[in-house]
T-cell receptor, first 111, second 113 residues
Framework: DAKTTQPNSMESNEEEPVHLPCNHS???????IHWYRQLPSQGPEYVIH???SNVNNRMASLAIAEDRKSSTLILHRATLRDAAVYYC????????????FGSGTQLTVLP | DAEITQSPRHKITETGRQVTLACHQI?????MFWYRQDLGHGLRLIHY???????NKGEVSDGYSVSRSNTEDLPLTLESAASSQTSVYFC????????????FGEGSRLTVL
């Protein structure tokens, strides 16, 4: 099964953009790229997902490499409330494959 | 957004006791999942279900069971609790047949003494 690799931690200054990378070099054609975040003492929260094209929503943007072997979650203006663990996972419709989350990236936002 | 509730939110039990964690979602999502989260391991899949009467083992299913008698509920049972099952448990749901988002509950913290 395809795996994802993320840095353990990143720091950002408040009100600056943040680019969180994720490598998924063995991704298959039907894998969707999902991002979730987990605030302290809460359950994970969906952020965004995509298949091939870049995606935008009110929370973030997702930039997907042309070969789909990597992606980047972009928070356009980090706030203190964005401090969380960010998870990148791969999902296949109708399958439980790759539903296990890794350790994610701990994002620290500095005031 | 889906609303998915877990109970109890906190529980302390003794080794060998049976424990059931409840999970209820209001959106009739066909897919439901149970995860456990431990320091250094991220979220690991325990069991999942794609619909009524369907249950499947995940990565760490030993010592756990689930049943799906209706669409809304997927209770997780620890038949004989062990200290190694001290963890935070998260239930999640998603719509059928899509790669759509997972909606998570707030978690149940279980301590086995």
């Amino acid at each position: 099964d395809a795996k994802t690799t993320q840095p353990n931690s990143m720091e950002s200054n408040e009100e600056e953009p943040v680019h969180l990378p994720c490598n998924h070099s063995t991704i298959s054609g039907t894998d969707y790229i999902h991002w979730y975040r987990q605030l302290p003492s809460q359950g994970p929260e969906y952020v965004i997902h995509g298949l091939t094209s870049n995606v935008n929503n009110r929370m973030a943007s997702l930039a997907i490499a042309e070969d789909r072997k990597s992606s980047t979650l972009i928070l356009h203006r980090a706030t203190l409330r964005d401090a969380a663990v960010y998870y990148c996972i791969l999902r296949v419709p109708g399958s439980a494959r790759q539903l296990t989350f890794g350790s994610g990236t701990q994002l620290t936002v500095l005031p | 957004d889906a609303e998915i509730t877990q109970s109890p939110r906190h529980k302390i039990t003794e080794t060998g006791r049976q424990v059931t964690l409840a999970c209820h979602q209001i959106w009739n999502h066909n897919n439901m999942f149970w995860y456990r989260q431990d320091l250094g391991h991220g979220l690991r899949l325990i069991h999942y279900s794609y619909g009524v009467q369907d249950t499947n083992k995940g990565e760490v299913s030993d010592g756990y069971s689930v049943s799906r008698s209706n669409t809304e509920d997927l209770p997780l049972t620890l038949e004989s609790a062990a200290s190694s099952q001290t963890s935070v448990y998260f239930c999640a749901s998603s719509r059928q047949g899509t790669a759509g988002e997972l909606f998570f509950g707030e978690g149940s913290r279980l301590t086995v003494l």
